[in-house]
Nanobody
Framework: MHLVESGGGLVQSEGSLRLSCAAS????????MSWYRQAPGKEREWIAS????????DYKKSVSGRFTISRDNALNTMYLQMSRLKPEDTAVYYC????????WGQGTRVVVSS
């Protein structure tokens, strides 16, 4: 089971980024998946989920309306489109399934400058 996050970087406040999560070694299309993040000095937190059918999504309140989670099961890849970014979105972003049952990847760092 392998997860590789990418797409992070430095962006100004109100900017946008698109993160990707490439999955391998397990039946990705059978798993409900989530994005998580860990800000400096804080614990890892859940921010968004998507079901295996790419049909139902859920969001942490603080990102709802700004972030969009999606997936392409044919490519074994999940995405997080982030818009109207805020400095408080600065964190390392990770993907995993909804029960955090997979090996964590290295994450991708997002830094939002004010």
């Amino acid at each position: 089971m392998h997860l590789v996050e990418s797409g992070g970087g430095l962006v100004q406040s109100e900017g946008s980024l698109r993160l990707s999560c490439a999955a391998s070694g397990f039946p990705f299309s059978n798993r409900d998946m989530s994005w998580y993040r860990q800000a400096p000095g804080k614990e890892r937190e859940w921010i968004a989920s998507i079901d295996q059918f790419n049909d139902r999504t859920d969001y942490k309140k603080s990102v709802s309306g700004r972030f969009t989670i999606s997936r392409d099961n044919a490519l074994n890849t999940m995405y997080l489109q982030m818009s109207r970014l805020k400095p408080e979105d600065t964190a390392v972003y990770y993907c995993n399934d909804v029960i955090m049952g997979l090996n964590w990847g290295q994450g991708t760092r997002v830094v939002v400058s004010s």
